[in-house]
Nanobody
Framework: QVQLVESGGGLVQPGGSLRLDCVAS????????MGWYRQAPGKERELVAALSDDGTTNYGDSVKGRFTISRDNAKNTVWLQMNSLKPEDTAVYYCNVEGRRSFWQRFNSWGQGTQVTVSS
């Protein structure tokens, strides 16, 4: 089992900043990709940002230039720095980690979600 614990969500005014943290623990042999997705009410879950173990990043179009993803491989941790937040960024944000529990076993785990609300 691989568990993800997220933190850092909350209420922020438009133009403000928040940082989301996600720590992975459990039976981990290797982590490949770490990322963040979000789901707003009535909408499908969408990619916010992802970072693979070779340093390749992938951002959703709506957050490019405002959000930054980073990770600490030694601590199995991924962060999402969100700047210049807009009301349309309001959603539940989910951490996602993909890797291997052993040489033969893959895993793909999701966090429980953390609410981000951007409102004045």
């Amino acid at each position: 089992q691989v568990q993800l614990v997220e933190s850092g969500g909350g209420l922020v005014q438009p133009g403000g900043s928040l940082r989301l943290d996600c720590v992975a623990s459990g039976s981990i042999f290797k982590i490949n990709a770490m990322g963040w997705y979000r789901q707003a009410p009535g909408k499908e879950r969408e990619l916010v940002a992802a970072l693979s173990d070779d340093g390749t990043t992938n951002y959703g179009d709506s957050v490019k230039g405002r959000f930054t993803i980073s990770r600490d491989n030694a601590k199995n941790t991924v962060w999402l720095q969100m700047n210049s937040l807009k009301p349309e960024d309001t959603a539940v944000y989910y951490c996602n980690v993909e890797g291997r529990r052993s040489f033969w076993q893959r895993f793909n785990s999701w966090g429980q979600g953390t609410q981000v609300t951007v409102s004045s």
